[in-house]
């Protein structure tokens, strides 16, 4: 993730805080990242949303099942966090805006290469688990180009989450054009 990010969400937990808000650096899931997206990957493959591949096996009662359990154990982790936690504060995306590429180039974050498909995938896991999230605007990185944060929150708990999300949004400055647009 480009360090912007990274101290842009610490310094809006730095300012939630001084707002009054108990901000802490939760002990996330020992679920694994990369598992979690391709397991939602694959779900999504099996319900045929994506463009089915010539000579590809079909997919079995059982698979699909085993698939859906496994997202059941996702669902059942993520609710276990979210009983002790009101919501949880992360980026929307690991960089900000980047200069049109070939889809599935790799992409450059701070002088590292990063596989296209993982730059947004901080919303994958809960797309894959149907748990709420909310992206704010927050700040603008060193070009002017705006940094996003994301709070998620409960199954079921929209109206919560979107009252979470009104009072970090009495916080953060409002959205801002960038420069030139």
Not at 13 to 40: C, W
Not at 62 to 70: D, G, H, P, R, V
Not at 172 to 179: S, Y
């Amino acid at each position: 993730m480009a360090q912007e990010i990274c101290h842009a969400i610490d310094a809006l937990a730095k300012q939630l805080r001084k707002a009054g808000a108990h901000v802490e650096v939760a002990p996330l899931l020992k679920l694994d990242f990369n598992d979690e997206l391709a397991m939602a990957g694959e779900l999504t493959g099996m319900m045929g949303v994506a463009q089915p591949e010539k000579n590809k096996p079909t997919t079995t009662l059982a698979q699909y099942f085993e698939a859906l359990q496994k997202r059941d154990e996702s669902i059942i982790a993520w609710e276990q966090f979210f009983d002790q936690w009101d919501a949880l504060l992360c980026p929307a995306s690991m960089t900000t805006a980047f200069p049109h590429c070939e889809t599935g180039a790799p992409l450059d974050v701070d002088g590292q290469k990063v596989e296209y498909w993982t730059i947004s995938a901080h919303a994958v896991p809960f797309n894959y688990t149907g748990h709420p999230a909310v992206v704010l605007p927050y700040t603008q990185d060193r070009d002017g180009l705006p940094i996003g944060v994301q709070l998620v929150g409960k199954r079921w708990h929209e109206s919560r989450l979107l009252a979470v999300a009104k009072a970090v949004a009495e916080v953060t400055d409002e959205f801002r054009r960038p420069a030139g647009y």
